[in-house]
Structure formats: C-alpha cells, structure tokens
C-alpha cells in the first residue's frame, strides 16, 4: 500500500522499475486508503490469568523449585505483560504460607486413593507436603520470578469457588477447605459460603489482607466470577453494599500500601458479563466506579463458551456516565475456541473500545490430552496476535453469531417470515477490499432437519447474496461474498424459506464468518492470471 505522503515525493522515482514489472505482477493501482486504523493504541496491558495448579500436578518426576518458574517462563517474549496468578487451589487451599486459609492439600481424603478422578490430588498432596517441611513459598516463588524476567505480578482470590461441591459430597473432597467443614452452618443450603455472614466476609477479608501484604507487587484481583454466588438466590440485590464495603477495605489496604513506596498498585475485579447479572449476585458495578474503588472491571461469563458478543459497550458507558476512569475488558472461557476463533472474539472487543487484553482458563480446553506444559506452537502464536489491534491485523478470523455459545438454533418455522439472526463483526472487510487485501469472506450457515429441495434466500444487511455464489455442501450454506460484505460492527442476516419440499422444518443451528487475508495484495479476477505468480 503506498502512503499518499509517499506517493507526492517518491512515486516517480519507482515508476520505471515498477513498469517493467507489470507484466509479471500486474499493473500498480494508486490506493487512497491510510493505515490509521492499526495504530497502536496507548500503553495497555495483557493480562493472563493462570489457575497455579498445573505447575503442582501436572509435573513428573522428582519434584524441583524451577518447575514453578514455568509459569513465568513459558510468557516471556510473548505479548503477556502481567501475570496472574490464583492465590489458592480453589478458594481455600492457600499456595502461600497462610495464617487464614489452609494449606495446599493440608488433608488426605480416601476419595485420592480409591476414585481414578482424583488421583492427581495425590500429587498436590504431596507436594503440599514437601513445601510445608521445606518452608517453601510457592506464591513468593512466582512473584520474585515474574519481577526477574520483566513481568508484572498480581494474586488473584476466587472470592467463593465452589469446585469442591461438584462429583461427590464436599466431605470427601479433596478441595475443601478447612473453614469450609468447621462453618457448614454459614453456607448457602450447604453449599457455597453465605456472605451475608460477617464472619464469612471476616475471612476473605483476612486472605485479601495477608495477599496485598505479601504478594500485590503490581496490584490484587479478586474473582468474583468463580463462582458469582455469594448470597441465597434473589437476595443479591438487597445486600450488595455487603460486597462493596469489601471492595473498599481492599482498595483502602492498596492505598495504604501504596503510600509506603510511592507505587499505584491497581485492584482488578471478575465479575459476570452482563449489568443485570451484576446487580442479581449483588455487584455493584456503577457504585465501584463512581467511588474510583477499582482500576479493571473483567466480564466474564459464568458458563465455560468462548463467547463473541459479551455485552461491553454497555459498561463502557456505564464508565462514562460515572467518570470513572477504570478499563473495561471482556474476557470470555477459552471452552471449544479455535486460534481463529480467539481472534475474531478480540477483534470484537477492541472494536467495541477494549484497550487491554485478558486471558482466562487459556491453557484448559487446549491442553487435551494434557501432555505437555502449557502452548503449543499455535498457541505462542495467538499471545502475539491477540496483544493489540495492530497484531490482529490481518490475521485470520471465524466469527459466529449473537449468542452462539456454543449456539443457539433458530427453527424456520413459517415461508412468510423473515429470521434474522445478527453477527457482529470487528474487522473493517470494506476496507481490507479497497486496500486489496482482503483474500477471501465466506458467510456459512449450518442447517440441520434440512431437505435438500428446501430453497431459501439470503439477506446481509438487507441486501440478498447472489444465490449463484452459493456453495451447499452437508447441510452447510456457504456464500463467497464479493460486492456484499459484512460492515464494522453490527450486521444482520435474514434468512426466508421460499419453498418447502417437505413437512420438516429446517433449523439454523449456526452462523459464522470467516476471513483470510494477504498483506501483499490481491488482484481483481479480471487481473488475475498465470502471470500472478511468485517471479522466483
């Protein structure tokens, strides 16, 4: 792409050469389009979030100090900026030593010995052991290794992880914690911990204490999104100042730390995906920000999809409204997500005015079967491209539509009525066509219960895609799209059943987009020929 800048003061000059090459490469066209829109943005921050147990149970063979200098090694020389690390295997097994919480496998339970799912926690045990006699400090460990190799450093608290509650009874399992059996009275039906207890909120408060005290190098986040559930059902409205005085002692306790050396440390906050389930489990999300009470508000959605529409913007002017200068990040589960995938859900989220990127559960439904620690190749590509804008640019993209985690179906019930279904979209495809560099769109839609004499017609952004670039193979709709594109941000696509061949209703099961791209430029077809090769 020549720059018009460029174009005034050099084009003359590569004229001549440029001539002669025509016949191999095709005729120079004069492009008027800039760059300005992969410009990199101010100084943000790539936040990835690591659960701390892989480093524990995934290891083999004799147990050595450098396996929990992984966590950080693994990062350096990616986009990752800061790491963090969870404070605790679940909420109350602490990897620190705690005067609060318990210890890592601070009990064995028969459960580790006679049930095959549980055979790793014979290993955290183990090694909890060994860091108890040996004294070792396996967060302290983390942190001074994160500072050594250039990378910010931060504790995260999952405020009321309930991953003990699943399989068998928590009695015998093995992630209960301590406070957990001898408080089963302050729990929710026996569940999850009640917050409306004081001495409940007395106990997280007393972790998050001993946390910035020892561990805050860069800040504390506390995760409110494993799991969300803090109050009985429905009574989270009324009692969201219970939460909010919480979060003020935290941000009282950073102040005060950061008082001592003169440092801004910064509180980062995980809560649910959308406002209304904020204010549901009691977050009082306007309130925090109002208050300037946190620097990072995560959305993340309680369920396991990688999702593509969280609903950012509506934060983004709730910060507005508020004045509150706090950065809003959508971070959705890494559950069933392709490298493509992540791409098109980032570039979703930039779009819409993220400025930071987050990384959750990254490693979880990507290290199946789990034998390696922690990326593969494909994955050390994805912490480059996911850092920004600018290295998303260009990148292959798969976006589905609103609400597909892992999808919602529309059945095509009636011939007279129009099914719209929306996608959104974070990459400009009118620019990349002007710019010549767009290789090619193609709109899929996935049908089940379909009869293959069905006939439909398809509209993008109520313009009816050329039933001849149409490609049908198993049940999947497949449209190269040329001169309709999809447009920057929110699209439409309706789709009519013009005949039905049968007493079977069709049903939309899916619908993406995906892009590829080349930097180099791409010919129009008329152009395009056997001299558009590589001239080497």
């Known amino acids: 792409m020549l720059l018009s800048t460029l174009r005034q003061t050099t084009a003359f000059l590569w004229y001549g050469t440029f001539l002669c090459l025509t016949t191999i490469w095709g005729p120079v066209k004069t492009l008027q389009a800039d760059d300005s829109d992969v410009r990199q943005a101010p100084p943000s921050r790539f936040f990835y979030n690591d659960d701390g147990d892989r480093a524990v149970f995934l290891a083999r063979g004799p147990f050595h100090i450098r396996q929990f200098h992984h966590s ?10 800061t790491l963090v690390y969870c404070a605790n295997f679940g909420s109350d097994q602490a990897y620190y030593p705690s005067r609060v919480a318990s210890s890592l496998g601070w ?34 460990t983390v942190m001074r290794r994160a500072e050594e190799q250039g990378l910010e450093f931060v504790p995260s608290l999952r405020m009321n992880d309930t991953h003990f509650l699943n399989k ?47 561990y805050a190098t860069d800040g504390i986040e506390l995760d409110f999104s494993r799991q969300p559930t803090l109050f009985a059902p429905g009574s989270g409205r009324d009692k969201q100042n219970l939460i909010t005085d919480m979060v003020e002692q935290c941000r009282w306790q950073l102040d005060q730390k950061n008082k001592q050396d003169g440092k801004r440390r910064f509180l980062i906050v995980r809560v649910p995906h959308t406002l209304e389930l904020c204010q549901y489990y009691g977050f009082d999300i306007g309130g925090w920000m109002m208050a300037n009470l946190v620097d990072y508000v995560v959305l993340a959605s309680p369920d396991r999809y990688f999702q593509f529409d969280i609903p950012l913007t509506s934060f983004l002017e709730l910060a507005t409204r508020t004045h509150s200068k706090c950065r809003l990040i959508a971070s959705p589960d890494s559950y069933a997500a392709t490298p493509s995938m992540y791409r098109a859900g980032t570039a979703n989220y930039y779009t819409m005015g993220q400025q930071d990127t ?51 179906s529309v059945t095509l019930e009636d011939a007279a009525q129009q099914y719209e279904i929306h996608l959104y979209v974070g990459d400009d495809l009118i620019r990349y066509q002007q710019d010549h560099t767009l290789k090619q769109a193609h709109l ?60 079977a209703r069709p049903i939309v099961s899916r619908v993406e987009l995906l892009t590829e791209y080349d930097i180099r430029g791409i010919l129009p077809d008329s152009e395009a020929g056997p001299h558009n090769s590589d001239p080497g």
């Open 358 to 408: 987050y990384l959750f559960n990254f490693f979880t439904a990507r290290s199946e079967p789990r034998e390696y620690y922690p990326f593969q190749d494909e994955d050390y590509a994805l912490l480059r491209d996911l850092k920004s804008p600018v290295t998303l640019w260009s990148r292959p993209k798969h976006f589905l539509s609103d609400g597909w985690f892992p999808g919602k």
């Open 444 to 503: 899929q839609i996935a049908f089940t219960q379909r009869h293959p004499d069905d006939e439909f017609e398809v509209s993008l952004n109520g313009q009816v895609l050329p039933h001849e670039q149409a490609d049908f193979q198993e049940n999947v709709y497949r449209f190269k799209l040329r001169e309709i594109l999809p447009k920057l941000g929110h699209n439409t696509i309706s789709i009519r059943v013009m005949r039905f061949a049968s007493q």
């Open 107 to 140: 009990r064995e339970v028969e459960n580790t010995r006679r049930n095959p799912r549980y055979t790793y926690f014979n290993r955290v045990r183990e090694v909890g052991e060994l860091l108890r006699k040996q004294k070792i400090d396996l967060l302290g």
């Open 168 to 214: 068998v009874p928590p009695e015998e399992h093995p992630l209960t914690g301590e406070f957990w059996l001898n408080n089963r009275d302050l729990t929710i039906d026996g569940g999850a911990l009640d917050f409306s207890h004081e001495k409940v909120r007395d106990y997280r408060n007393a972790q998050i204490a001993e946390l910035i005290t020892g």
């Open 72 to 81: 950080v090694d693994v990062l350096v020389g990616t986009g990752v900026t």
